[in-house]
Nanobody, 115 residues
């Protein structure tokens, strides 16, 4: 059974940077899309960024120019480099992977940006 394990969350001051990592483990069909979503208290889960297997990236307007998503297909991993962080980026960040059989979510990692 596939698992997605996130790491790299933490507390950072506004203007700072963090890098999130997500690694897939277990037997699974390759993910055609991997990405990051986030959920702040009282809000719905929202898309942050996704990256297809052919490296087409999609970003939420709120993070364009500040965040960068990348993949390591050999390691079944996806990363999110977050720069110029703002207080409104505070949320639990979830890794997501999708293939023809469905989608898998990670357990989430907390990102807190202090102003």
């Amino acid at each position: 059974q596939v698992q997605l394990v996130e790491s790299g969350g933490g507390v950072v001051q506004a203007g700072g940077s963090l890098r999130l990592s997500c690694v897939a483990s277990g037997n699974h069909f390759p993910f055609s899309v991997m990405g990051w979503y986030r959920q702040a208290p009282g809000n719905q889960r929202e898309l942050v960024a996704t990256l297809t297997i052919d490296t087409t990236a999609t970003y939420a307007d709120s993070v364009k120019g500040r965040f960068n998503i990348s993949r390591n297909k050999a390691r079944n991993a996806v990363y999110l480099q977050m720069n110029s962080l703002k207080a409104e980026d505070t949320a639990v960040y979830y890794c997501n992977g999708r293939n023809r059989f469905g989608e898998t979510w990670g357990q989430g990692t907390q990102v807190t940006v202090s102003s």
